[in-house]
């Protein structure tokens, strides 16, 4: 696609609930990551993949934060049993690697209420 | 470990001065320098870039400067205008594709 897309661009979830969160990057992109950024906050690493593979995954913050990407093409974050302090926009970015800077979705906010 | 340090934290000009912001990283082997623009409500956009091999880049209003030895690069808007408001991210690769980010410094031009 033209540009970096994510569904739904606004989740609101029961604390306790399973919510997966989508990523289609541009074509072509080998690379993908995904950021977590909290009200007012940076940009905090989650995970990455090249191609279908997670070389990094050091970000996930539990147990409860699991990642996949198919294809090589659209990824998919799922947590799971998930808590207030869940609460974030969850962007997602792609590349076609190497050096090179990132084009990032709009986002998904996330609410656990 | 990976860290980039970024300041200010807020920054107000104004309108038609000049704004700096300065980033330090961690790692000396660190090669790639992006600088991202996110305004209000919105993505975060590639501005500039710089890699390890370059100086300084300049793209009309905006520039970035590296110093290798300090481990320190910057970001340098001049002639302000209100559209640069929005918050600012430096960014450093660390040997490999994954990008680190500052904290972000939040540049408001007064009119």
């Known amino acids: 696609g033209a540009g970096v897309s994510q569904s739904p661009s606004n989740k609101v979830t029961e604390k306790g609930k399973d919510v997966e969160l989508r990523c289609d990057p541009i074509?072509?992109?080998?690379?993908l990551y995904w950021y977590r950024q909290s009200l007012g906050q940076g940009l905090e690493f989650l995970i990455y993949?090249?191609?279908?593979?997670?070389?990094?995954k050091s970000g996930l913050p539990s147990d409860r934060f699991s990642a996949e990407r198919t294809g090589g093409s659209v990824s998919t974050l799922t947590i799971q049993r998930t808590q207030q302090e869940d609460s974030a926009v969850y962007l997602c970015?792609?590349?076609?690697?190497?050096?090179?800077?990132?084009?990032f979705g709009s986002g998904t906010r996330l609410t656990v209420v | 470990g990976e860290n980039v340090e970024q300041h200010p934290s807020t920054l107000s000009v104004q309108e038609g001065d000049s704004a700096v912001i300065k980033c330090t990283y961690s790692d000396s082997a660190s090669n790639y320098f992006p600088w991202y623009k996110q305004e209000l409500g919105k993505r975060p956009q590639l501005i500039i870039d710089?890699?390890?091999?370059?100086g300084e880049k300049k793209d009309q209003r905006i520039a970035v400067t590296l110093n290798k030895t300090a481990k320190h690069f910057s970001l340098h808007i001049t002639e302000t205008q209100p559209e640069d408001s929005a918050v600012y991210f430096c960014a450093a690769s660390f040997g490999n594709e994954k990008l680190t980010f500052g904290t972000g410094t939040r540049l408001t031009i007064i009119p």
């Open positions: 993949f090249q191609g279908n593979s997670a070389p990094d």
């Open positions: 710089i890699r390890s091999n370059v």
């Open positions: 074509s072509g992109h080998t690379a």
């Open positions: 970015a792609s590349s076609s690697g190497g050096l090179v800077g990132y084009t």
